[in-house]
């Protein structure tokens, strides 16, 4: 069989190597896109598991990622669900005509973006950008409804839990070895340890059901965040139950609703389950969350590097045509964007252009400027000549006039060469 002449899209099989040596194989290939046919059904979708009869299913969608080697890869691609990449193939395999288009778009339900941020109090990537996304978050106000999640790790899946219900994972683990996180500092008998940090995450879990969750902003929340990376945050005061409290007196949160909360809840001391740390480790499975920070836009994964301008951009691009808040018309492709978040006016439309006002003020000086300048070195110029001429004449001799007077060329000069020296 001839080889395909380039460009075409290729489809292929899962399984066998990488999502990214297969990508890379298919560029090399002279493919210009890829679509990737997964080769296993969804947990959910019983059709295709009981049309296949597979005894094996996936409980949630795969996530195709960079393994930190397709820097090379230039030329995109999807992953396509079993049921749909069967259809297409029966097609091909009947020699039918089938026709697929590559489209990038996120879902636009409605005029109210639904974001959320999966993190843990102690990702030094995700503070940064809280830090900054702060005044964008309230300047959406309640067009956009922000849900933070915090990544628990299964301790009982991860055997932290031993079968006599011990905790064999020491201070990486709450409840007895149920919840864990990882060490922020990699030691574990000093600094902040991972059950410290499960406890920071419950802590945030209650302060947003009690004072995010109904508007979806969250001020207080935010303002918490906030004031706990700025006191808190370092190995003498993370786990400083003092500290916190300090916290929540200058976000204006109730101290007593946040304890009772995470009490309630099921604690952090006994070998007891945890409601809101169970629902977040269940959050996480069925979202296919793998890669700290993560953010979602409409339910759609993020992908690349998390800052500001990239989620900001998606959740305006993820409103129902004609439906965008004012803001994001204001400020998308401002160049003083933090100003324009600030003001929720845009002083430099452009991706670092200037006003109009500005720009002719500065054409105006430039002008006046060179103007000037064209006018002292034509000032100058004609003086120098002049100069000139004075110091050629005087080189002459002498000469007499008519009326047996010898003169002298100055004279000629001083006149302004009003006369002929010669007759």
Not at 326 to 350: L, M
Request: glycine share 10%; proline share 4%.
């Amino acid at each position: 069989m001839e080889p395909w002449p380039s460009p075409y899209i290729l489809m292929v099989d899962r399984g066998g190597c990488s999502f990214v040596q297969k990508v890379r194989n298919a560029q090399r290939s002279g493919a210009a896109g890829v679509v990737i046919a997964d080769n296993t059904c969804l947990c959910s979708d019983k059709n295709c598991v009981s049309a296949n009869g597979q005894d094996v299913c996936q409980p949630a969608e795969p996530i195709m990622a960079d393994d930190g080697s397709g820097g090379d890869i230039s030329i995109p691609s999807f992953l396509m669900f079993k049921v749909d990449a069967d259809q297409i193939k029966a097609e091909l395999q009947a020699n039918h005509m089938v026709q697929v288009e590559m489209q990038w778009a996120l879902p636009k339900p409605d005029d109210r973006v639904e974001y959320d941020l999966w993190t843990t109090p102690s990702d030094p990537v995700s503070k940064d950008f809280q830090k900054k996304f702060e005044p964008v978050a309230q300047a959406l106000g309640d067009r956009a409804y922000f849900t933070p999640h915090m990544y628990i790790y299964d301790g009982v899946k991860s055997n932290c839990q031993g079968f006599d219900g011990k905790n064999m994972c020491f201070n990486l683990c709450t409840n007895n070895g149920r919840y864990c996180a990882t060490d922020p500092d990699n030691d574990l008998d000093h600094g902040i340890s991972g059950a410290d940090v499960v406890k920071e995450s419950l802590r945030r879990i209650c302060i947003w059901k009690h004072y995010g969750e109904a508007d979806g902003v969250g001020k207080e929340w935010w303002n918490y965040v906030s004031q706990f990376m700025e006191r808190c945050d370092n190995p003498d005061y993370f786990a400083n139950d003092d500290c916190a409290k300090d916290c929540y007196k200058h976000a204006k949160i109730n101290e007593d609703i946040i304890e009772r909360c995470m009490r309630d809840s099921g604690g952090l001391e006994k070998d007891t389950p945890n409601t809101f740390l169970d629902l977040e480790m269940q959050a996480q499975v069925s979202r296919g969350v793998v890669i700290l920070p993560t953010a979602f836009v409409n339910t759609v994964a993020l992908r690349g590097g998390l800052n500001v301008d990239t989620v900001f951009t998606a959740i305006c691009n993820g409103y129902l045509d004609g439906t965008e808040p004012s803001i994001c018309k204001e400020c998308s492709g401002c160049g003083d964007f933090n100003g324009c978040i600030a003001n929720k006016k845009c002083k430099g439309k452009g991706g670092g252009g200037v006003s109009t006002h500005t720009f002719m003020s500065s054409i105006l000086f430039i002008c006046i400027a060179f103007g000037g300048a064209a006018f002292y070195h034509y000032r100058k110029t004609r003086e120098e000549m002049r100069e000139q001429v004075r110091g050629i004449l005087a080189e002459y001799m002498p000469l007499e006039g008519d009326d047996g007077h010898v003169g002298s060329p100055m004279d000629f000069a001083r006149r302004g060469g009003s006369e002929h020296l010669m007759s």
